[in-house]
């Protein structure tokens, strides 16, 4: 068990949405190395309370790795220098006494800063919003065996599924595109025999809807998958490039959507 | 819910644009590569074998083929282009405010500098076509193909910028050449190791060929 | 107050259909002239706004996330129970209803049980139908395990991550509704008092967590899905935002409060490392299958490495008291064995609070990979907090609040006292009596949201005429004043101290005399502790900022004044329930070996407790308990 260190803390500091923001260093004393990352700040704001200065506001709510909460980035690396490891559970072991650690929010136009280091993500329920499920209202289901699903396609559904929504991806593009995102759940829904029906026009109406919130799009940097901290795969990038080739040359638009080409 | 793009405004749809036109550029890269090699070939019948391909190009389906091929070229090229533009638009636009600090994983150099490695091959074949099919730059003599490239190689100043340019299109297809695949939905686990080999094969043998041609020239191992 | 549970006639299996008949509908035209706000987007309220709006009923849904995806419900890891009986182990809906209401140590409500227990098979249908991916076997059927001490392989799980699927499941089904325009969300407001006009629920105030705008919004019906209380005792497994406003101002308001000392301690958390500890992260209850649970034998071996002690030397106290169900004994009652042992000085790590859950042998048995297969993310987890390899070293465990079987008390409709105010899932003091088995409450959440609220909304709703109220209500106006000085009264004090110092102080207190063992004399010592701490947060909190931003310390601070409230009515049902049950065990009621002693005579009943004024003690009201089906007996896990 290593002793207690101080660090210096560069963090990004906005008042709200319409103001400019601007980096303030701020002083991190006796943390331990058991301390998660966000406890750390936890530490540093009791300080700034007691001050009666404003304390650094940051996203979190379950702090184990799940809720997708949680985000900041860390010495120019969304969720910091642990791999598939949320903000939240990286842990000040991963730091030693002395160093000067830069906090930013992720950045990109259509994740505007609410304050600090709190962003707005709406962007990504209204793509869910656009076609990110399977229509089977409540009471429509026939029995859950009736349908066998190869395990594999079971298995890599879930993982797509595991993604968490935090937003990394967007923020660790150089082209701040949330393909990731969207491809992860155009996989998850398009593996299954579920999904099939709508699958076409999911992927259709999903990038339309990300393309409308101003992501930017996908040079197949592969930042993305380096710093998802649920290890979704670019393989979602293709098989939703895939899919969107399919809808909107082979396919016929079907009479329900708007639009087609 | 948003009326959707149309496949050319969507940012998919340009990436595939850029993707298909890449085959057709890369296509023509490797081919035209594959045809200049044959500047190493001694010269029979008094006719250098190169200025017989250039003739060969020239005539072929008595000489609408090569109207065809540069038609596809251009247009390839031009899509190419509007592509890469709009795209470079909607990802500027999508981050106002940059990083302080930013700490890349998995981009590349090559990935990261796309738009410039494009814009250098760009200038190079507007150069290039100026060189040898207009014969604007140096000394030029219409058909004398072999005599054209070896003339003009021999201007160090010439040679450099084609090399210059050689790596400009190194970094461009190997980044490309897998993102191509990427886009276009070409991705399989067992596969993509191959992928990335495929690209790598393709940038080194087509640029240090190409390089290999001024040098050779220079090195005076090819000469009238 | 008078309690009516409207439990329908009948035998019971028959109940539910019965009054599905029995119970009023909604013209499908005139549906879309009522409005309904849902609080609440985690299992319980995601499923019940979609399937509302799936109706056709004018939908608002709320939630403090920036997203209705992180309620958490997403947080859940083992599995969700359903009575389908694909193993063909003797599993029924009978069987899962005897063992709910047995698990629940026979303090719940045998009709709601009986009903949660028929709904649990629509529920995976539902789930499967939605995309949920539930693991499989290699034949492409639904793969099953053993639970939380259940005997039959029943539960449903997708990784380690089924909550998160289930919620994604809803939250899917949610955003379709909003995108249709069927359901209006609200993310990022936080509900601070409950409208309540001519004796029915009619609206809730809100505070916009960003603009710190203060509005009222109104329905001719409210549901609260706000989750459980747990945070009271601040380390806890919850969610750091989970908080128990909602549901405080509804009691404050006229809703009865039931079992509020009902608490479930879960037997496999990692251990807190120092005072840093923000929260307590557990570890899925599944490992029991594959980990044995021991301690040194003697206390002077807790100092060496867990490799130097021989087998003889180690004390696998859950094989050894209950040898039936040894790792896999219910969770009250392994957490309590932990107590036990820590207490008896055998306790490994810092300060001696915890135990070792050693997956040595599966691993011997099984193989790495089948082990890594199936827990390796847990595991992964596990490594990444405490920075040592369960593969190597046994993991070091400890009990930690993780569940609230109290809330606000509802009827068979799931309705509160308040006419038109209804609470589903965690929120309401639920299905599980004294404790809850594990994998059930994803079953509860849903059950209610998804196969329940649709139904019985409708019969209240269909007696009532669909009316628009107005912010200009006097009611309205009251409430909204009441929210305004509550948060310029925080921001007005001052003190020195940060809301946080009282929160950790609040919940020293309530794990020490309200924790895994409680007794008269340390209850009434809370109970003369915590007002006094209430004052000092009163006199000597800091909050600074302003109302109208993001403001974190504010929230904060609104959370741990209704803590600090809640904290005493839980001691005080503590005290007044003279036996231990479940997840309630006073050291006074307790056999000579140890076990929970029951007083059905006396106490089987559900205590409701009714607010009654500032400074003013609440009245218990009770509602006794009829066990026609399952017999009375003592629990035995032996
Ligand atoms: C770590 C962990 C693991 C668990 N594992 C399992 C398991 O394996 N199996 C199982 O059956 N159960 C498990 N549980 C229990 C189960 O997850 C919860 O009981 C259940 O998910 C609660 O769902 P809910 O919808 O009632 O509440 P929640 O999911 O907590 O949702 C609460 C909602 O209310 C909103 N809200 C709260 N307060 C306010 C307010 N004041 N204003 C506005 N909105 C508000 C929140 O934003 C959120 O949307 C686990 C619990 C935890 C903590
Ligand atoms: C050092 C390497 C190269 C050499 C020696 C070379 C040589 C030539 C020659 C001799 C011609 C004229 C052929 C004729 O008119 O019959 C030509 C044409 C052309 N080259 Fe190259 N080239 C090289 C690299 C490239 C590259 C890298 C590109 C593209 C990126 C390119 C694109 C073209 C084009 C578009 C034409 C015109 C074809 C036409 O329409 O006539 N060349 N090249
Ligand atoms: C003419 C000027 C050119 C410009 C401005 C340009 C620019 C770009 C840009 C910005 C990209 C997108 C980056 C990416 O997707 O990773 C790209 C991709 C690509 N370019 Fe070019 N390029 C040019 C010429 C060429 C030429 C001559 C070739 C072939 C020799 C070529 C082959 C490719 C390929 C194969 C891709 C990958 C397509 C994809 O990613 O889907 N480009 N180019
Ligand atoms: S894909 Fe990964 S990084 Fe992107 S939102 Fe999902 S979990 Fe986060
Ligand atoms: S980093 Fe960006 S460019 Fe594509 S591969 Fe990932 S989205
Ligand atoms: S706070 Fe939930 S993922 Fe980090």
Same mark, same amino acid.
């Given at each position: ?35 998660? =990352? ?85 962007? =990504? ?5 656009? +076609? ?20 594999? $396609? ?99 638009? %079907? ?7 | ?25 890369? +296509? ?114 219409? @058909?004398?193909?072999?005599?054209? #490239? ?62 290999? =041609? %001024?040098?050779? #020239? ?7 | ?17 019965? !009054? ?9 035209? $005139? ?13 319980? *309220? ?41 193993? $063909? ?38 789930? #499967?139908?939605? @995309?949920?991916? =539930? ?33 994604? @499941? ?15 969300? !609200? ?157 008896? @000085? ?17 691993? *011997? ?103 628009? /109220? ?51 004399? +340390? /209850? ?16 000597? #909190? ?72 500032? *400074? ?23």
């Amino acid at each position: 068990m290593s002793h207690d260190m101080n660090l210096t803390l560069q963090v990004w500091r906005q008042k709200d949405a319409k103001s400019e923001g601007a980096f303030q260093t701020l002083q991190a004393q006796g943390i331990s190395p058991d301390m998660s =990352f966000l406890e750390m700040l936890d530490v540093v704001n009791e300080g700034i309370i007691k001050e009666g200065k404003d304390p650094i506001a940051f996203d979190h709510d379950c702090r184990e790795g799940i809720c997708g909460t949680c985000s900041m980035v860390i010495n120019g690396r969304p969720h910091g220098p642990k791999e598939r490891t949320t903000a939240c559970q990286l842990h000040m072991r991963s730091f030693k006494d002395g160093d000067a650690i830069a906090i930013e929010p992720w950045r990109a136009k259509a994740f505007p800063v609410q304050k600090d280091l709190v962003v707005d993500r709406g962007a =990504f329920d209204r793509i869910i919003a656009a +076609g990110g499920f399977i229509t089977a209202p409540t009471g429509t289901a026939q029995d859950a065996n009736c349908l066998p699903i190869p395990k594999e $396609n079971a298995d890599l559904a879930m993982d797509a599924a595991a993604c968490i929504g935090c937003g990394a991806c967007v923020a660790a593009c150089p082209n701040a595109s949330a393909m990731l995102f969207v491809s992860a759940k155009v996989s998850h829904l398009g593996l299954l025999p579920q999904g099939q029906p709508e699958r076409m026009i999911r992927v259709r109406d999903m990038v339309a809807q990300m393309d409308a919130e101003e992501f930017g799009t996908c040079t197949n940097h592969g930042e993305c998958e380096a710093s998802c901290p649920k290890g979704v795969s670019l393989e979602n990038i293709a098989r939703m490039n895939r899919d969107y080739l399919k809808a909107k040359v082979v396919e016929r638009p %079907p009479v329900a959507s708007s639009g087609g080409f | 819910m948003p009326k959707e793009a149309s496949f050319l405004a969507s940012s998919i749809g340009k990436k595939i644009v850029m993707a298909v036109t890449g085959i057709i550029l890369v +296509g023509f890269v490797v081919g035209h590569m594959a045809g200049n090699l044959q500047l190493y070939l001694p010269a029979h019948g008094g006719e250098h074998p190169l200025d017989a391909y250039g003739r060969f190009l020239r005539t072929m389906l008595h000489g609408a083929g090569i109207w065809i091929a540069r038609g596809t070229l251009l247009a390839a090229a031009l899509l190419h282009v509007w592509a890469a533009v709009g795209l470079t638009r909607m990802n500027m636009a999508a981050r106002p405010v940059p990083y302080q600090q930013t700490a890349p994983q998995a981009s590349t150099l090559f990935s990261r500098t796309m738009r410039i490695s494009g814009f250098v091959v760009l200038a190079f074949i507007v150069f290039h076509l100026l060189h040898l099919t207009l014969g604007k730059v140096g000394p030029f003599e219409h @058909g004398k193909v072999f005599q054209n #490239v070896v003339q003009g190689f021999q201007n160090p100043g010439i040679s450099g910028f084609y090399i210059l340019a050689m790596v400009c299109l190194f970094g461009h297809l190997r980044h490309g050449v897998w993102s191509m695949l990427q886009t276009l939905g070409l991705s399989h686990p067992r596969y993509n190791g191959l992928r990335d080999r495929l690209a790598l094969l393709v940038a080194l043998v087509v640029v240090l060929a190409n390089i290999s =041609f %001024p040098l050779a #020239v220079l090195a005076g191992f090819v000469k009238l | 107050m008078e309690l009516k549970s409207n439990i329908p006639s009948g035998p019971i299996e028959q109940k539910w259909d019965k !009054h599905r008949f029995d119970m009023k509908l909604v013209n499908p035209a $005139n549906k879309r002239k009522y409005k309904v706000l849902v609080v609440g987007s985690g299992l319980a *309220g995601a499923s019940a706004a979609a399937s509302l709006g799936e109706l056709g009923y004018q939908v608002e849904c709320f939630c403090y996330q920036d997203s209705p995806r992180r309620a958490h419900s997403i947080a859940a890891q083992g599995g969700i129970n359903a009575a389908k009986n694909y193993r $063909n182990d003797g599993d029924s809906i009978r069987r899962l209803f005897y063992d709910t209401v047995k698990g629940g140590d026979f303090r719940a409500r045998e009709a709601n049980v009986y009903r949660l227990a028929q709904v649990s098979v629509n529920i995976i249908d539902q789930c #499967v139908a939605q @995309g949920v991916p =539930f693991a499989r076997e290699y034949g492409g059927l639904l793969d099953n395990r053993s639970f939380g001490g259940a005997q039959v392989s029943r539960t449903f799980y997708a990784k380690g991550q089924t909550g998160q699927q289930l919620l994604l @499941g809803a939250y899917q089904a949610l955003e379709r509704q909003i995108g249709l325009g069927q359901v209006k969300m !609200h993310t990022r407001h936080e509900m601070q008092e409950l409208i309540i006009i001519d004796g029915k629920a009619r609206g809730i105030v809100t505070r916009d967590m960003v603009t710190g705008e203060i509005e009222s919004h109104f329905a001719d019906a409210v549901c609260l899905a706000t989750g459980g209380y747990g945070n009271t005792f601040y380390l806890a497994t919850y969610a750091k935002g989970c908080n128990g406003t909602a549901i405080w101002r509804a009691y404050k308001k006229g809703a009865a409060f039931g079992n509020p000392c009902y608490t479930q301690i879960h037997p496999t958390c990692i251990p807190v490392t120092g005072d840093h500890q923000s929260k307590l992260t557990l570890m899925s209850e599944s490992l029991r299958n594959d980990g044995r649970v021991w301690v040194p034998k003697k206390a002077e071996d807790c100092g060496k490495k867990p490799s130097e002690i021989r087998e003889e030397d180690r004390d696998y106290y859950l094989e050894r008291k209950y040898p039936s169900f040894g790792n896999l004994a219910p969770r009250d009652i392994s957490s309590r064995a932990a107590k036990q042992v820590c207490d008896e @000085g055998r306790g490994v790590g810092p300060g001696g609070r915890g135990v070792y859950l050693d997956f040595a042998d599966a691993i *011997g048995r099984l193989g790495k990979a089948k082990i890594e297969e199936k827990y390796g993310n847990l595991f992964e987890m596990y490594e990444r907090i405490t920075d040592e390899n369960p593969y190597e070293k046994p993991m070091r465990i400890y009990p930690a609040v993780h569940y609230t079987m109290g809330g606000l008390w509802v009827d068979y409709n799931l309705m509160s006292t308040i006419p038109g105010l209804f609470v589903l899932g965690e929120a309401n003091f639920s299905d599980h009596g004294a404790n809850r088995l594990g994998a059930s409450a994803l079953m509860q959440g849903l059950a209610d949201g998804y196969f329940v609220i649709p139904y019985t909304i409708g019969n209240y709703l269909a007696a009532h005429k669909p009316d628009k /109220l107005d912010a200009s209500h006097p009611e309205a106006k009251a409430a909204e004043e009441a929210v305004r000085s509550r948060v310029s009264r925080l921001l007005g004090v001052n003190g020195k101290e940060t809301p946080t110092h009282f929160h950790r102080e609040l919940g020293k207190l309530m794990w020490e005399y309200c924790g895994m063992a409680r007794n008269e004399a +340390g /209850l009434k010592k809370a109970l003369q502790l915590i007002p006094e701490l209430r004052e000092r947060f009163w006199k000597e #909190v800091r909050v600074v900022g302003s109302g109208s931003e993001l403001n974190q310390s504010l929230e904060l601070a609104g959370r741990v004044a209704d803590f600090l409230e809640l904290g005493e009515l839980m001691c005080l049902d503590a005290l007044e329930r003279r036996e231990s049950c479940g997840g309630h065990f006073r050291e006074e009621w307790q056999t000579e070996d140890g076990e929970a002693q029951r007083d059905d005579e006396h106490f089987a009943h559900v205590a409701a407790w009714e607010y009654t004024g500032e *400074g003013k003690a609440p009245i218990r009201h009770v509602e006794s308990l009829e066990f026609e089906n399952v017999h009375l007996a003592t629990r035995s896990y032996k």
